[in-house]
């Protein structure tokens, strides 16, 4: 068994007996259970987690239970489009916009596991792991790590060794794996892929570019909440660094975005699974640069996901404000106007800075609900 990824691999299976172990000695996560989960029985729950022999089992019959339960008192629907497709598929790639810090990747798995696959892996930045035990908790619940918080001189080094365990999990372990089209997310809504990313997952093969991508099997993937609970505090964030250019968030600050997206209320969720990439790679032509081949796979899996979108009557609203028109009239009542204006004038009292700029925080949360209308008015789709 390869140990060259130790230190950023999910745990392996005979491995998960010891960390159970260890995540019940650790008063954090004690504490984090009773406040998802308070009338559980933590000595039942011990006991019965430490006859788990496998991460698939953790997934299927604590992590899913959990998330369900979350979703179910934070949303009113979640849904899933094209999971059958991937019946025929395999392993893939899954490469999403980004929009809640936690729930994204594990609404994700739980899906996949509704559809009858097994839960994916999922890429998680090492700033999220502000405790010892959490990055224990997710390593068990499928989870590799993506190293941030290192040098410039480390970070080719880094990324070399991410794209091989990435390529290593498709083709060698056949896992279905998650992974955002940016680092961090996109917090105007603006979804667009990094080429930086497209970059890092071609290291990881021994052949050309477009090969190397695809070997991952790339499915885009459009992630669509009717309503963002950390919108107010990312308009907020917005004016932060507006004002002062050096405006950076703290642990707490990223603490706070983490349980807000967790328990704050979302409306109807939506995960479309889009058309796999790899169609699309071996109709490019051979005679491209390699700069050029990099512009068309970003530029696909974009316009998969904005084609992709959920868009619901909020969207319509948010653009109509924004453009101070009725253009998109038709597709929302008067009932569902009135609904998102007072949802948008109580995400801006939530709003508790110095020098509080409505008009640009306004303005702000208008355009996380806008922009997904946009882009997919952009790309053509029907809606």
């Known amino acids: 068994m390869s140990t060259d990824f130790d230190d950023i691999r999910p745990f392996h299976d005979e491995e998960v007996p010891q960390i159970i172990e260890q995540l019940f000695k650790e008063d954090r996560f004690l504490r984090a259970v009773k406040y998802v989960l308070p009338e559980i029985d933590l000595e039942e729950l011990s006991a019965k987690l430490s006859k788990f022999s496998s991460k698939d089992e953790f997934q299927a019959k604590v992590s899913s239970p959990m998330v369900w339960r979350l979703v179910n008192h934070s949303s009113t629907s979640v849904e899933g489009g094209g999971f059958e497709e991937l019946k025929a598929l395999g392993s893939c790639t899954f490469i999403s916009n980004h929009r809640d810090i936690i729930l994204d990747s594990a609404i994700l798995s739980v899906l996949l596991l509704k559809y009858g696959f097994r839960g994916c892996e999922i890429a998680i930045g090492d700033n999220l792991l502000v405790f010892p035990w959490i990055e224990n908790l997710v390593r068990l619940n499928k989870s590799f790590i993506v190293k941030r918080g290192v040098s410039v001189r480390q970070m080719l080094t880094a990324s070399q060794k991410l794209s091989a365990y990435i390529h290593h999990a498709i083709t060698e372990k056949q896992e279905m794996v998650w992974i955002a089209q940016r680092e961090g997310r996109a917090k105007d809504s603006n979804d667009q892929t990094q080429e930086s990313l497209i970059k890092m997952l071609s290291m990881g093969g021994q052949s050309d570019f477009i090969s190397n991508i695809k070997k991952l099997n790339i499915v885009p993937l459009s992630l669509s909440y009717e309503y963002d ?53 071996e109709s490019l032509s051979a005679h491209l640069s390699k700069s050029e081949l990099l512009q068309e796979v970003v530029q696909a899996i974009d316009s998969e996901i904005h084609a992709c979108y959920k868009i619901f009557p909020g969207n319509y609203v948010a653009l109509d404000m924004m453009e101070n028109s009725n253009r998109f009239a038709d597709k929302y009542s008067k009932e569902e106007f009135d609904q998102f204006e007072a949802y948008l004038n109580g995400q801006l009292d939530k709003i508790k800075i110095e020098n509080k700029d409505i008009l640009f925080l306004r303005t702000k949360i208008l355009e996380m609900y806008a922009n997904p209308l946009i882009n997919q008015l952009v790309v053509g789709a029907s809606i």
């Open 229 to 281: 609970p950390c919108d107010y505090l990312k308009a907020q964030e917005f004016q932060l660094k507006r004002d002062d250019p050096d405006f950076k968030k703290t642990q707490v600050d990223d603490l706070r975005n983490m349980e807000t997206g967790l328990f704050g209320q979302k409306g109807r969720i939506h995960f479309q699974v889009g058309r796999p990439l790899n169609p699309k790679l």
